[in-house]
């Protein structure tokens, strides 16, 4: 199967675009008629809709850290570790 080599070939590939991955698989998806996989590809492709339907993967831990300079007054900031999106 020539589109499922060139998606393996892509997927491992440091130099080839995620997205031009994701959508030859969506071209494998309307051969496999997988509606799950399709709904997995869209959402990949174009973005979670909601923060509850983010994969695990797509969450990262963060600490937010700022140094504010003004005329007035100069101030550190640390923010708690949190959850972000990748």
Do not use: H
């Amino acid at each position: 199967m020539k589109l499922l080599d060139e998606i393996i070939e892509g997927a491992v590939s440091d130099t080839y675009p995620i997205g031009s991955v994701l959508r030859k698989c969506l071209v494998l998806e309307q051969q496999a008629k997988n509606d799950k996989f399709r709904a997995w590809l869209n959402k990949e492709l174009d973005g979670y809709a909601n923060k509850e339907d983010l994969p695990e993967y797509r969450q990262v831990n963060t600490i937010s850290r700022g140094f504010l300079v003004s005329a007035y007054f100069t101030a550190q900031a640390t923010r708690a570790a949190g959850r972000g999106v990748a």
